[in-house]
C-alpha cells in the first residue's frame, strides 16, 4: 500500500482513503459473545431468569454460551474455564455459593476477560477480580418480610422458616435480616430453621417434618422463597390446616403463582426477587466493552404483594 501511494496524486489517495473507510464501516460487526454460567434450574424464579438472558441474547444477536450448573459449584467452575479457554468476550455468573471463586475469577482477569456477577455475591478478597454486581438486595427483601409480619402477625409468635441453598449469598442474607429483625420483636418465638434448598419438593417434606415435630405450635412459616412455600402449602393442607389463616405465611420472589396464592389467600406476603435481569445484563456488558464505566454494584428495587395489592398485580406479572 505504501508504495501505491508515491505514485498516486492527493486526490486519489483521498478518495481511495475513504473507500476503505466506507467498506470498513460497511463490514459486519461480529457479535459479541458471552459465556453465562446459571446455578441450575432448581425454582420458576431461575427459570424466569434463564429465559430473559436468553431471549435478550437472541434479540440482540449476542452469541450466548450457556451452562447450567445443576446446583454444584464445581460445575459453575468448570464452566467458566471452559469460556475462558474459548476467549469469549465476557462472563456472566449466577454464583450457586458465594465462597471459592478467588483463583477462576484470577484467571478472568488475567485473560482480560470482564465478569459481571449477577443475582448472588461473591465473597472475595480482591473486588477487581470481577467488573461489576447486578442483583437483588436480599437483605432488604428479608428486612421487609420481617417487618411486615411484625405489623400483621396478628398475636402470632411461633416462627419455623425454611431456608434456601445453603452457603448461597441469598439464603445467607435472607436469613440474617429476618433475625436482625426478630430481635428487635422478642415476642416471636423461632420454633425451628431447616434446609428446602428453594426447591418446591423439598419445601413440601421438609414442612411435613417439621409438623409432625411441632403440629399447631407453628403460627408462622417464614420462607425464603415461593417454591418452598408452595410445596409447604401442599404438606399444610394434607395436614388438614389452612395456610394463610391456621398458618400465616410470608415468603419472598413474588412469582406469578405466589402473587396468585396471596390474592387467593393462601399466602400472606411475598416480597419481591425480579428475576428479569437480561436487559440490564447486556447494557452493562456491552458498556464495559465499549470501555465505559459501569457501577460496581447496583439493585434491582423489589416490592412486596400481600391482600392490599396482590389481586391488581396479578395480570401483569410476567413470570
Known amino acids: 500500500m505504501k508504495n501505491l501511494l508515491k505514485f498516486l496524486p492527493v486526490a486519489a489517495i483521498v478518495a481511495l482513503t475513504g473507500l476503505l473507510s466506507l467498506r470498513a464501516a460497511d463490514a459486519p460487526k461480529k457479535p459479541i459473545t458471552v459465556g453465562f454460567a446459571q446455578t441450575g434450574a432448581e425454582s420458576a424464579w431461575r427459570t424466569a431468569n434463564t429465559k430473559s438472558l436468553k431471549d435478550e441474547a437472541a434479540q440482540r444477536g449476542i452469541n450466548l454460551k450457556f451452562s447450567d450448573g445443576q446446583s454444584k459449584q464445581e460445575n459453575q467452575l468448570a464452566a467458566v474455564r471452559s469460556f475462558i479457554a474459548q476467549r469469549v468476550d465476557a462472563i456472566v455468573i449466577a454464583p450457586i455459593v458465594e465462597t471459592g471463586w478467588e483463583p477462576v475469577l484470577a484467571d478472568a482477569k488475567k485473560a482480560k476477560i470482564p465478569v459481571v456477577i449477577m443475582d448472588r455475591k461473591v465473597k472475595v478478597a480482591d473486588d477487581s477480580l470481577f467488573t461489576a454486581f447486578i442483583g437483588s438486595d436480599f437483605y432488604e427483601e428479608g428486612r421487609m418480610a420481617v417487618e411486615w409480619l411484625a405489623k400483621n402477625a396478628g398475636g402470632r409468635v411461633n416462627i419455623v422458616e425454611l431456608q434456601g441453598e445453603p452457603g448461597s449469598a441469598a439464603a445467607n442474607d435472607r436469613k440474617k435480616a429476618f433475625a436482625d429483625g426478630l430481635a428487635k420483636h422478642p415476642e416471636f418465638k423461632m420454633l425451628d430453621s431447616q434446609t428446602g434448598n428453594f426447591r418446591r419438593a423439598e419445601g413440601k417434606t ?34 388438614g390446616l389452612k395456610p394463610g389463616k391456621d398458618i400465616l405465611i410470608v415468603t419472598i420472589d413474588a412469582i406469578k403463582e405466589a402473587v396468585q396464592a396471596v390474592a387467593a389467600g393462601k399466602i400472606n406476603c411475598t416480597v419481591e426477587c425480579n428475576p428479569l435481569f437480561g436487559p440490564k445484563i447486556y447494557d452493562t456488558v456491552e458498556k464495559i466493552l465499549k470501555g465505559e464505566t459501569v457501577p460496581k454494584f447496583s439493585s434491582n428495587k423489589d416490592e412486596l404483594f400481600d391482600s392490599t395489592n396482590a389481586t391488581a398485580a396479578v395480570p401483569t406479572r410476567q413470570y
Open 206 to 239: 421438609v414442612m411435613e417434618a417439621l409438623l409432625k415435630k411441632h403440629g399447631k405450635n407453628i403460627q408462622i412459616l417464614y420462607a425464603h422463597n415461593d417454591d418452598m412455600a408452595l410445596g409447604a402449602i401442599q404438606a399444610i393442607e394434607e395436614a
